[in-house]
């Protein structure tokens, strides 16, 4: 493939990339680093199991290594921050492009409609690989200060957040495609995102929507308790499978779009 | 011989609203062929079809031989496109334009982007976003003829150049058509596609109006003509005569516009007595805004 638009679109970003991963990373810094401070403090506890706590993010013991990491980083910011980054260049990958007027260049190359789609996501991909990477050091040092988590842990739930954020990502990209509007497209996604996150938070508190948990994508990456339980074979399957469809359906509408 | 482009029954609609209509065109290879028409009219939606940039809603494009739509990327290895309202990635440099679109293209060599940049005088060094409006279309116009293409599709090309490079450019037209290329341009302007273009094509709202060699063009233009005669005369023989129009009679001055021979009009007014004639040439200008205004239902015969 000699058209190296992954590259390319690495290269314009590569600004908002490095800023996403340097403040993550230094906030999981600052959160590890205090965890110490935090670890014997039974008022912390007493939050938990409130719905007020879930609608944070915050599930099980706070005080506990497991409990800590998910309510200040796995549950809530670090998804978020990954949402921005790959929501945002979901949006701005096809429909931003056409809108601004540069993916007429690009489509006017000897480069397929489907292979572009594809290089997209792959600079989707190493975008979040990166946030992600530089999270899943940040709580490897964390056990430097007293929080118990696994290596293998820690990377999995990483992994699963990224595979969540590549979800989200390749559905605003699909709606992008469709509808050639990169407002339409963030705002769209968005929505999903964070009805998304509160199905997913609230099902552990409020019984009348604990059926509707499994349409969460949060659910299957970090809401079901993953930082303790591991992260299933259920939970990354259907996490791939999503983000398949969703790059399937982004390519499919691609092929057919009309460009500026 | 294969037609460089050729469009059978091209057309496009967006809802109700038809961009394109039944658009038949054929270029020959080595011409430049210029498409001419207001803004509007359906010029760049014709463009992006050739590129496959947007799909016809019917009729079917062939570009260099090719089904634009079927052979995508075998058609832009061959093409170089420059689009109207040229935009292109603020944060990077020309050069660094240039580097991404030629490895893109597998170009190893790159003397003819540095014999074009140094031609055209092109600022390669400063962020895109730095640069004027003409700076940005030079760097344009090489990364559309720097992979020596077969056939460049030009929407709108030296807006924002200066009369100078403007001439550079026709200059480059010339060497290109020169060596066997193909050019497909768009303008809305009348004297750069006169300077430039071998043929011409009118659209006006998505239909192709007139289509003819700027010569052929000029020949079907009207000659104004002004007649005094040393007495009133009867208009009716005059306007019964083939391509006459009376536009002003006051007594024995009288002024036609003429298209077509004038041998016929010349012999009915010599048998009137006449007293002076003053004759001013084809107004192209005249004809483009006529067909710019008049409803499309006038066509101009193909002169071939």
């Known amino acids: 493939m000699r058209a190296n638009i992954t590259r390319l679109d690495l290269r314009l970003r590569r600004r908002s990339t490095a800023g996403y991963a340097i403040g993550m990373a230094l906030y999981s810094l600052i959160i590890v680093a205090l965890y110490p401070s935090f670890k014997n403090s039974a008022s912390?506890?007493?939050?938990?199991?409130?719905?007020?706590?879930?609608?944070?993010?915050?599930?099980?013991?706070?005080?506990?290594?497991?409990?800590?990491?998910?309510?200040?980083?796995?549950?809530?910011?670090f998804p978020l921050i990954m949402l921005l980054l790959t929501i945002g260049y979901g949006a701005a990958a096809l429909a931003g492009q056409d809108e601004d007027?540069?993916?007429?260049?690009?489509?006017?190359?000897?480069?397929r409609r489907r292979a572009m789609v594809f290089q997209k996501a792959w600079a989707m991909a190493a975008q979040a690989l990166f946030l992600a990477a530089a999270v899943t050091v940040c709580v490897v040092i964390g056990r430097g200060f007293q929080l118990a988590v696994g290596v293998g842990d820690a990377v999995a739930i990483s992994v699963a957040l990224m595979l969540m954020g590549l979800d989200f990502g390749l559905i605003t990209m699909a709606i992008g495609a469709v509808t050639g509007r990169r407002g339409t497209a963030l705002g769209v996604a968005s929505g999903l995102a964070a009805a998304s996150y509160l199905l997913s938070s609230l099902a552990s508190?409020?019984?009348?929507?604990?059926?509707?948990?499994?349409?969460?994508?949060?659910?299957w990456s970090v809401g079901n308790d993953q930082i303790i339980q591991g992260v299933s074979l259920g939970d990354f399957t259907v996490l791939i499978v999503v983000g398949l469809c969703a790059l399937a359906a982004s390519v499919a509408a691609f092929r057919k779009a009309d460009l500026n | 011989m294969t037609s460089a482009v050729e469009?059978?029954?091209?057309?496009?609609?967006?809802?109700?609203?038809?961009?394109?209509?039944?658009?038949?065109?054929?270029?020959?290879p080595g011409q430049v062929f210029g498409l001419l028409g207001p803004n509007g009219a359906g010029k760049s939606t014709t463009i992006r079809m050739l590129l496959a940039l947007q799909r016809p809603t019917e009729g079917r494009v062939s570009v260099l031989g090719l089904d634009a739509h079927a052979d995508t990327v075998a058609v832009h290895r061959r093409i170089g496109y420059l689009p109207g309202d040229l935009e292109l990635f603020p944060r990077?440099?020309?050069?660094?334009?240039?580097?991404?679109?030629?490895?893109?293209?597998?170009?190893?060599?790159?003397?003819?982007?540095?014999?074009?940049?140094?031609?055209?005088?092109?600022?390669?060094?400063?962020?895109?976003?730095?640069l004027s409006k003409g700076?940005?279309?030079?760097?344009?116009?090489?990364?559309?003829?720097?992979?020596?293409?077969e056939l460049l599709v030009l929407d709108e090309p030296t807006?924002?150049?200066?009369?100078?490079?403007?001439?550079?450019?026709?200059?480059?037209?010339?060497?290109?058509?020169?060596?066997?290329?193909?050019?497909?341009?768009?303008?809305?302007?009348?004297?750069?596609?006169?300077?430039?273009?071998?043929?011409?094509?009118?659209i006006r709202e998505g239909r192709l109006v007139a289509e003819d060699t700027v010569a052929g063009l000029r020949r079907a233009a009207p000659r104004k003509m002004e007649i005094l005669f040393r007495r009133p005369v009867d208009q009716a023989e005059l306007c019964s005569l083939r391509g006459v129009t009376v536009t002003a009679a006051d007594g024995p001055r009288v002024t036609l516009d003429v298209t077509g021979e004038i041998g016929p009009v010349l012999r009915v007014i010599a048998s009137h007595d006449p007293v002076d004639l003053t004759s001013r040439p084809a107004d192209l200008d005249e004809l483009f805004l006529g067909f710019y205004r008049q409803p499309p239902a006038k066509k101009v015969p193909n002169a071939g």
Do not use: C
């Open chain 1, 44 to 77: 912390l506890d007493s939050l938990s199991g409130s719905t007020a706590a879930a609608l944070f993010g915050v599930t099980g013991k706070l005080t506990s290594p497991g409990g800590w990491l998910n309510g200040n980083i796995y549950g809530n910011f």
């Open chain 1, 101 to 111: 007027g540069t993916l007429a260049l690009i489509a006017a190359l000897p480069v």
């Open chain 1, 205 to 219: 508190t409020i019984s009348a929507i604990r059926p509707g948990r499994y349409l969460s994508l949060f659910y």
């Open chain 2, 7 to 28: 469009t059978f029954g091209l057309t496009k609609r967006y809802g109700s609203v038809t961009a394109v209509s039944d658009l038949n065109l054929r270029i020959e």
């Open chain 2, 92 to 130: 990077l440099t020309g050069r660094e334009h240039i580097s991404w679109f030629a490895r893109s293209r597998g170009l190893d060599d790159h003397s003819l982007a540095g014999h074009l940049v140094d031609r055209f005088q092109v600022v390669t060094d400063r962020p895109v976003r730095e």
């Open chain 2, 135 to 149: 700076n940005r279309q030079k760097i344009g116009l090489v990364l559309a003829f720097m992979h020596r293409p």
């Open chain 2, 159 to 202: 807006s924002g150049l200066d009369p100078l490079m403007q001439r550079e450019f026709e200059n480059l037209l010339q060497e290109t058509a020169g060596e066997g290329r193909t050019v497909f341009l768009s303008s809305h302007e009348l004297d750069e596609v006169q300077r430039s273009a071998h043929r011409v094509g009118i």
